[in-house]
């Protein structure tokens, strides 16, 4: 005991024995069915017409449910023709308002639609896996004048920006003041 007081020891953690996390899918299940796997490994902020900034609060919300949801879908459901939901499309009728990445065709590269009025997403789709490259949450691949036009993404900012912003506007007016308050003490001090 240091000053009277006693040390407490806090306690180590002890492994919880039943305490393992269960996939919620059966993986082989979802392997031999050929359920859609989604992959992100190619997606592109660098474009100034795809990214996520500019979206309602609920667009990414919106976006992992749509893709929860087409998770749960075999290969050939995604690619039904009709399916009007999704609306599933490669993006050879020539309308697109922008072409590919230079290593895709227009045949190989679709949009699936995440919901009336809430863009699409548009990748390659490879066996059961679809490579996502742009989330187009304005419908910039094809855009509409009735609804805007054609929209460029801002740039991404840090969640952080705001805050460090107001603190720079701050500091500043902290050193005005400081100057202002020195001008008067030296004023006050001549009298």
Not at 23 to 51: A, R
Not at 95 to 105: G, Q, R, Y
Request: hydrophobic residues 30%; neutral net charge; aromatic residues 12%.
């Amino acid at each position: 005991m240091a000053n009277g007081k006693a040390k407490h020891k806090i306690p180590k953690p002890q492994a919880i024995p039943d305490a393992k996390i269960k996939p919620k899918y059966d993986f082989e299940k979802i392997k031999d069915k050929n359920h859609i796997i989604f992959s992100f490994e190619n997606l592109d902020f660098t474009n100034e017409y795809f990214g996520l900034d500019g979206t309602c609060e609920n667009w990414s919300k919106n976006l992992f449910e749509k893709i929860r949801d087409i998770s749960a879908l075999e290969d050939a459901e995604l690619r039904k023709p009709g399916n009007s939901t999704l609306r599933f499309h490669d993006h050879s009728n020539g309308k697109a308002k922008f072409e590919p990445p230079p290593t895709v065709s227009k045949e190989d590269f679709y949009q699936i639609r995440l919901g009336k009025s809430k863009g699409g997403i548009h990748g390659v789709l490879y066996e059961n896996i679809f490579y996502v490259f742009w989330l187009d949450p304005h419908h910039n691949m094809y855009p509409d004048e009735r609804y805007g036009g054609l929209k460029k993404i801002k740039p991404p900012l840090t969640c952080c920006k705001d805050r460090d912003e107001e603190l720079s506007e701050l500091n500043k007016r902290i050193k005005y003041l400081e100057g202002e308050l020195e001008t008067f003490e030296e004023l006050l001090n001549e009298k």
